[in-house]
Structure formats: structure tokens, C-alpha cells
């Protein structure tokens, strides 16, 4: 199999795990490097994640221009990911979701911050892009290569950025990285609101925190992997 196969089948599997763990729903979208030019990404067009096959998959130039669109209408929001390939080249994965419990930290000003161990890999502290700042009234929608960048910048070198009123976008050094941090934003979202109800929080520690992002392994990585992707219909395929 070569290393594109396998990037193709993960995509598909990825956008399976991510609807069947409520992470995004008939919006969303999850994106990978392509393996073969980093000046290139593999992206869905336009379509529910629960529903997307292998041949969905379009490549991608940075700045959004589809390679071979075959009448495959591209998600709007695809400068998210071109933007922060762009700007993070130890990037090899991106996730742009909706996910419920990360909304109201966008959009209150209270941080989301991690607080069960395994929500570490969500960064430190977790950003807000605040698309009003500098595009005023839009749709939300990150539509153009100057909104990516900017949203990018917002992300900096983290791992996960909340965007006001729309939602996140995380990243990852692999298709199961990105979409592990991805559903441990979602638990520690959930978990940080019924927290917050109950009193003040003890958050992890800076240096648990990297203590525990230095253990996310490829072993940590594949057993979440393995189990989600079974739950969702899928295989987990061999590494190549
Ligand atoms: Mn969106």
C-alpha cells in the first residue's frame, strides 16, 4: 500500500470516528498533508463526514485551488486548512468542527483549559479567534485565504484554536493525532462547564501538562484509534 492509500483510507476513517463520536455532524471537515508534496492537502468535497467514501477525496493546493475537482464542489471553509499548512509545517493533519461543548468558551471569555489528564494534548490554554475583529459582520465562515491566515496566526504554534460563535480547529502530527485532540477538546469542554458549576477548578499544572503530552505516544494514539474506528464500521489499518 503506498503511503497515499493509506492517507486516503485514514481520512475516511477519520471523518467516520469524528461523526460517530458526535464531533462534527453534517458539517466539519478533517484534512491531511499530502504525503507525496507538503505543498498539497487532502480534503472531502462538500459532503456530510458520516458519508464520505475514498473517492470524495480532492487534493488540494495550498491556497484552496483543487487539483483534480472532477465536479467534486469543495467545503467552503477548505482555507482553513491550506492557511495553517501554510504557516505550520510541522502540521500533517487538521480538524475543523463544530463541537457542542467548545462553543460557549468562544463566545463567554471564560478559558478553556485542560483538567483531566487525558485532555493535556489540547494545549495549555486554548486560543479564541474572533473572526469580528478584523472582517467585521461576516457569515462566520472562514471564506478566503485572509481569514485562514489570520485564524492561523490565532493558532499560532498550539495545538487547538476556538473560533467565536463557530467552533474549533485543532491540529495534529498525524490524521490520529488530530482527531484524538479532537474529541479530548469536546471531554474537557463538557467536562470544565459541570466543573465550573460545582466551584473553582484545580487545573493541570504546566508541567503535568507536558509531562503527559510527551506520554501521547503512537501506542496511546492507535489504542483510541482502534477502538473508535471499530465502533464506527472501520478497520484499523497497518502503519505505512
Ligand atoms: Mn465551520
Redesign the pocket.
Known amino acids: 500500500m503506498s503511503k497515499l492509500d493509506f492517507i486516503l483510507e485514514e481520512l475516511v476513517t477519520a471523518n467516520r470516528i469524528l461523526a460517530n463520536e458526535g464531533i462534527v455532524d453534517s458539517?466539519?471537515?478533517v484534512s491531511a498533508r499530502h504525503p507525496d508534496n507538503p505543498q498539497h492537502y487532502l480534503l472531502s468535497r462538500a459532503r456530510a463526514p458520516e458519508r464520505i467514501e475514498r473517492d470524495d477525496i480532492v487534493e488540494y493546493a495550498l491556497d484552496g485551488t483543487a487539483i483534480d475537482e472532477r465536479g467534486r464542489a469543495p467545503y467552503l471553509?477548505r482555507f482553513?486548512h491550506g492557511a495553517v499548512y501554510e504557516a505550520r509545517p510541522d502540521v500533517q493533519a487538521v480538524v475543523?468542527?463544530?463541537s457542542p461543548s467548545v462553543i460557549p468558551f468562544g463566545v463567554t471569555g471564560k478559558k478553556l483549559k485542560p483538567l483531566l489528564h487525558m485532555c493535556a494534548s489540547i494545549g495549555h490554554d486554548v486560543p479564541v479567534w474572533d473572526s469580528h475583529d478584523k472582517f467585521g459582520d461576516t457569515t462566520?465562515?472562514?471564506t478566503d485565504m485572509a481569514m485562514g491566515r489570520d485564524l492561523a496566526a490565532s493558532l499560532g504554534p498550539r495545538p487547538t484554536a476556538l473560533?467565536r460563535g463557530?467552533?474549533a480547529t485543532v491540529v495534529g502530527r498525524s490524521v490520529r493525532h488530530a482527531v484524538f485532540v479532537s474529541v479530548y477538546l469536546e471531554v474537557g469542554a463538557k467536562l470544565q462547564m459541570q466543573s465550573m458549576a460545582m466551584g473553582d477548578i484545580k487545573f493541570l499544572t504546566p508541567g503535568e501538562v507536558d509531562k503527559i503530552v510527551a506520554r501521547v505516544t503512537d501506542y496511546t494514539l492507535n489504542r483510541a484509534w482502534e477502538n473508535w474506528a471499530r465502533r464506527a464500521g472501520r478497520e484499523m489499518q497497518k502503519q505505512v
Do not use: A, D, S, T
Request: glycine letters at 14%.
Open positions: 458539517f466539519g471537515h471553509e482553513i475543523h468542527n463544530h462566520l465562515l472562514v473560533m463557530h467552533g
